[in-house]
């Protein structure tokens, strides 16, 4: 049997739903007896036996399109495939450790996370971070990896908050092997059907979800053109140049990566931008972009201004405030 393309070996009188949790899949699911219709899914290939009648939780459409429910279906032939979005998984609690540390900056470190399980989401989407040496402390954080169905391992970019109970531990104390508990996926930032080019826009730890969504995108093949802008102080504060290297290699069409420093010193060797991103955005795009921004509020809501003022519609411009306090990410 095949789930999206992944063969996974099922038992005999066992349903898809059953088989696909078994083999790892987070497959989306509720009740698992057939009603609530959160399991259906497409049946592309072979022939399923199902337990019970389904008509009356899918739509006359969904039905003549071949959508089943993966709770009341056994496969009857083995060359059964059936598609499902996995991205619409509910919020899910997952264990895991801590597999690598490194410092980016002097306040950002990438922590890289092993799970008991592939955590799925949508690409920029975030969530919940709990370790176990910290109890009830948990905070958000944006995925720095695309979701993949086949491997459990995700990262994360920690930006250093004074007096973060868990970014300073992550910042400042080695918690390689420590346990660890995901909350998600969570959000609605991820990227949107268009042929537009995109302008993506972070400030400190806001390349997480851009670097998210550009892998997924080029794993997906996007064809669209791309302007990653870095918010930063100073040279210091500059970090993935070599993903953003990789990335622009084996871009499909144009990529460009560039950094705006808003605290570096007149005499240094910089001969990059100087300021803030919302003085640059004329320079960057036109009326004809699709805007993606991540990073601190201020720096938001100044480019948005900026950008409605370019003539971009705001129905075009996504944003992911990173806000710092006690109710959310630190």
């Known amino acids: 049997m095949q789930v999206n393309e992944l063969d996974i070996p099922i038992e005999s009188k ?7 949790l078994r083999n790892g899949i987070n497959f989306p699911y509720s009740c698992k007896v057939g009603g609530c219709a959160v399991c259906k899914c497409k049946l592309t290939n072979g022939k399923i036996k199902a337990f019970s009648d389904a008509s009356y939780l899918l739509s006359a459409e969904e039905v003549q399109s071949g959508y089943i429910l993966a709770c009341q279906s056994v496969p009857k032939t083995s060359d059964v495939t059936v598609e499902v979005d996995l991205t619409q998984v509910l919020n899910r609690q997952i264990r895991g450790k801590v597999i690598a540390q490194e410092k980016l900056t002097h306040d ?17 989407q975030y969530a919940m971070l709990t370790l176990d040496c910290l109890e009830g402390v948990s905070r958000a954080y944006s995925f720095a990896s695309k979701p993949q169905i086949e491997n459990s391992t995700v990262r994360f970019f920690i930006r250093h908050v004074p007096g973060g109970a868990l970014s300073s531990l992550i910042n400042t104390k080695n918690v390689l092997g420590e346990g660890i508990e995901i909350d998600g996926p969570m959000g609605d930032f991820y990227l949107n059907d268009s042929d537009k080019p995109m302008l993506m826009i972070g400030g400190g730890s806001g390349l997480a979800p851009i670097v998210s969504i550009l892998e997924k995108a080029k794993e997906d093949s996007c064809q669209r053109p791309v302007i990653v802008l870095l918010g930063a102080r100073t040279q210091a504060d500059i970090y993935c140049l070599d993903e953003m290297q990789q990335l622009a290699l084996s871009w499909p069409a144009t990529f460009e990566f560039s950094q705006i420093l808003s605290e570096e010193p007149e005499q240094s060797t910089w001969k990059g931008h100087r300021g803030f991103i919302g003085d640059y955005l004329v320079k960057f795009c036109n009326n004809n972009s ?7 509020p201020a ?6 201004d900026k950008l409605s003022l370019v003539g971009i519609s705001k129905s075009e411009i996504f944003a992911d405030r990173f806000f710092s306090n006690n109710n959310s990410a630190d």
């Not at 066992?14 to 696909?20: C, G, K, M, P, V």
């Not at 950002?108 to 690409?123: G, H, Q, R, V, Y």
């Not at 699709?290 to 601190?296: F, I, K």
């Open 299 to 304: 720096m938001i809501d100044d480019c948005i």
């Open 108 to 124: 950002i470190t990438a922590l890289e996370l092993s799970l008991d399980e592939p955590a799925l989401f949508k690409a920029g």
């Open 290 to 296: 699709q805007a993606y921004l991540c990073g601190p």
């Open 14 to 20: 066992e349903t898809i739903l059953s088989a696909a």
